[in-house]
């Protein structure tokens, strides 16, 4: 088994371009998470689906974020235009949902992204 | 709101001792805890889950105590060794979405095994 694959694993980027973030789940499994994580703020969730449609994107920081899901094997993460304070690390993850209660997450490498 | 605590300064020990580590939470009482390991330039990897009506859960050198009264749950590692050198985050469900999957993550705790 893969794993969760994400692309790029790092992404420099000046500010006010469009980066997109991407992200393979473990096939078979039914939900997907996106977070950002950083030194000050922890591991933050920005958004989930639960069989390819947005459940709770209350995460996701201004409009200036977004994320899509058009199958069960492919999400994008993408900020346009993007800003300095959005240079973190991006972390995509999925779990075969079972009810909630027994639910354990898979994590990607993640990616690191920094805006200059 | 809910919060979640766990040690932000790293916890240093020598190889072969016990480590534990601290999860505290508030405001609520979650049905499950999780706790994750994660290694630098890495995402978190799962190691154990505990349900609210369980006391303790043992995985190898690994145990983990969920004590609701005091809304705490402990990370023990016995007989640690330098590879154990991580950090390790706790996880719970947000009040009223134990069903949906979703967790929030502590900060984490840094340990370091020295040899």
């Known amino acids: 088994d893969a794993g969760v694959i994400q692309s790029p694993r790092h992404e420099v980027t000046e500010m006010g371009q469009e980066v997109t973030l991407r992200c393979k789940p473990i096939?078979?499994?039914?939900?997907l998470f996106w977070y950002r994580q950083t030194m000050m703020r922890g591991l933050e969730l920005l958004i989930y689906f639960n069989n390819n449609v947005p459940i709770d994107d209350s995460g996701m920081p201004e409009d200036r974020f977004s994320a899509k899901m058009p199958n069960a094997s492919f999400s994008t993460l993408k900020i346009q235009p993007s800003e300095p304070r959005d240079s973190a690390v991006y972390f995509c993850?999925?779990?075969?949902?079972?009810?909630?209660?027994?639910?354990?997450?898979?994590f990607g490498p993640g990616t690191r992204l920094t805006v200059l | 709101s809910q919060k979640i605590e766990q040690n932000s300064e790293a916890l240093n020990i020598q190889e072969g001792k016990t480590a534990t580590l601290t999860c505290n939470y508030t405001?609520?009482?979650?049905?499950?805890l999780q706790w994750y390991r994660q290694d630098p330039g890495r995402g978190p990897v799962f190691l154990l889950l505990?349900?609210?009506?369980?006391k303790e859960k043992r995985k190898e050198r690994l145990k983990v105590t969920f004590d609701t009264t005091l809304k705490q749950s402990l990370f023990h590692i016995t007989a640690s060794q330098p590879a154990d050198s991580a950090t390790y985050l706790c996880?719970?469900?947000?009040?009223?979405?134990?069903?949906?999957?979703?967790?929030?993550f502590g900060q984490g705790t840094t340990l370091q095994v020295k040899p």
């Open positions: 993850a999925s779990s075969l949902y079972s009810g909630g209660l027994t639910d354990t997450q898979y």
């Open positions: 505990i349900r609210e009506n369980e």
């Open positions: 996880a719970l469900p947000p009040w009223g979405s134990s069903n949906t999957g979703k967790l929030i």
């Open positions: 405001n609520y009482s979650p049905a499950y």
């Open positions: 096939s078979g499994h039914n939900s």
